[in-house]
């Protein structure tokens, strides 16, 4: 085989850290992607988003000549392992959508060969990696089928590759030992489980994380309604007391992942996930409790807000599924005028920061980037959820 390993969707958050991690291993890698422009940024070397540490490895692999680029689906048949990096969103109804890895499996299908490896990395729809073995049977492979979830942090991915325990699952027994030695050049810390096993896994973890992200919430919007500053009642939770040592603090949970999972997993469950539906209406109802807390002290319609941090979480440039652009659509309708700025995001309609807060009668700090630390806010209302500005979170 040309290749050791073909990343299919390869340019993203999720598989191009990967794939730099592979060739940094030795194994001679092939991304797959169809945007030309990000795959002609990464071929020069360049990372077209943040993830720390992870240019001056790109830039190692490349040198190296491990590292390789097509936008071309049959550059799967010349790879001994595919790894596919296409997941299952939720359509408008909070309901799987398949139609999107359908019609990638369907296109790469005929380039697919018997006793290759396909690896599923990607979250999908419990039973959908079955279903995927199931197809390519239908159609004459004999593949290996293997489900082996990222559990990555964006941002954290060169580190957390390594660090973090891969899930290891497959159809067959040589699909777990191929797939087992395949990551086991970035830890020995394998855990084998059956496919669908792997795929709850998942999707529980990031369920966990949601609910607990909402227990935070609903608290942070209680204390609020009883004009308490939740902080002062965080710190004596968890000052000293390893019982709540993993209780997050408040703020927006939002991005490509803990909401599309947590949805995926009540409709496996036939809609019967109280737990998932309430977390997800505590959570994606922030950005409106925020609103309505500013509307029973300000006539908004005749003040400029100000949202800080565009991006879904700290230190990011992602923006996907950011609450902070719900935020920005409920104000658009109640306040005079909304400012955004970020400084990591790519969007030409935000403005500066300085601009921003010089121009905004109220500042919302809706992303905790750790530059906002040292933010000087004077004569203005400021909403710090994240109490980045350790003046507490009281709205």
Not at 45 to 55: I, Q, R, S, Y
Not at 57 to 80: D, Y
Not at 194 to 203: F, R
Not at 295 to 307: C, H
Request: charged share 25%.
């Amino acid at each position: 085989m040309k290749y050791d390993v073909c990343v299919i969707g390869g340019g993203g958050h999720v598989g191009l850290p990967l794939a730099i991690m592979l060739a940094s291993k030795g194994k001679q890698v092939c991304v797959y992607d169809v945007n030309e422009k990000s795959i002609a940024l990464i071929k020069s070397g360049v990372m077209p988003f943040a993830e720390e540490g992870a240019e001056p490895l790109l830039q190692q692999v490349l040198a190296a000549g491990r590292l390789h680029f097509s936008t071309r689906p049959e550059v799967a048949s010349e790879s001994e392992t595919a790894i596919l990096i296409i997941g299952t969103p939720v359509d408008k109804h909070l309901n799987p959508n398949f139609s999107v890895l359908k019609e990638v499996i369907d296109e790469l299908i005929p380039y697919f060969y018997d006793g290759q490896l396909l690896v599923l990395r990607s979250t999908v729809y419990p039973g959908l990696s079955k279903r995927i073995n199931d197809w390519l049977t239908e159609a004459g492979k004999n593949i290996h089928v293997a489900f082996c979830p990222e559990r990555i942090l964006e941002g954290k991915a060169l580190e957390e590759l390594e660090s973090l325990p891969q899930i290891i699952s497959s159809f067959t027994e040589e699909g777990v030992r191929r797939a087992s030695d395949l990551f086991s050049l970035l830890t020995r810390d394998l855990v084998v489980v059956q496919p669908m096993e792997a795929e709850l896994a998942k999707l529980f973890t990031n369920s966990w994380r949601y609910l607990k992200f909402a227990v935070a919430n609903q608290f942070y919007m209680i204390a609020n309604d009883y004009n308490l500053d939740f902080y002062n009642i965080y710190y004596a939770m968890t000052h000293n007391y390893a019982r709540t040592k993993d209780f997050p603090r408040p703020g927006f949970a939002a991005g490509p992942c803990l909401f599309k999972d947590t949805m995926q997993l009540a409709a496996f469950n036939n809609n019967n996930f109280h737990l998932g539906h309430t977390a997800m209406l505590i959570n994606e109802g922030l950005p409106n409790y925020v609103v309505s807390r500013l509307k029973k002290q300000y006539a908004l319609s005749e003040k400029t807000v100000g949202i800080l941090g565009m991006a879904f979480k700290a230190e990011s440039d992602d923006a996907r599924e950011s609450l902070s652009y719900k935020l920005k659509k409920i104000l658009a309708i109640e306040a005079k005028q909304v400012l955004c700025a970020d400084p990591y995001v790519n969007d030409p309609t935000l403005t500066d920061e300085k601009t921003l807060i010089r121009d905004s009668d109220i500042v919302i700090i809706a992303a905790p980037h750790r530059r906002y630390k040292d933010l000087t806010i004077q004569n203005k209302k400021v909403v710090d959820i994240w109490n980045i500005l350790n003046n507490g979170g009281r709205i």
